[in-house]
């Protein structure tokens, strides 16, 4: 009786030691796992965040969550840091519809030069870019697409 009750403690002992080394391996496995970063549902915000990556060279690329996740795990540390500042952009918002084609890529290059930080949405419903007020205001992005919509309806087809 005693023989048969030390045996049934022993498998179970045994059973459970496996069961606990399976874990371990995968919470060791998990432990190396990078979390990918989401900085949330801003667009700007995520244009400021691709802009820093891009000039600190972190290669990274994105989930079907929309989340960022650096290709290099030792770079990730830094992704989630520069989206924390990316996050703390200006809180002001200014949002202009773009309808001419020719006048949204005339306006987006303009931006580009000017090294502003700037997202377009591209919907169904028509596109709209969505700068910082300050950046809007100083680089007078209103006035800049008036004269790039005119300039691209005196264009012949």
Known sequence: MFRRAHESNTR????LLGIGLGLSVLLSACAGRVMPYSPGADLLVQAALERALISERIAYKRNL???????NAADQSRLVALGEEAQKLEAGRETLSLSSDCATDRVRAYLRRSGAIFAVDDSPGGSVLLMTAGDFAALEVAERYREFVSACDEQPD
Do not use: I
Not at 12 to 15: D, F, L, M, N, Y
Not at 65 to 71: R, S
């Open 65 to 71: 969550e929309g989340e960022y996740l650096a290709l």
């Open 12 to 15: 179970t002992a045994t059973g």
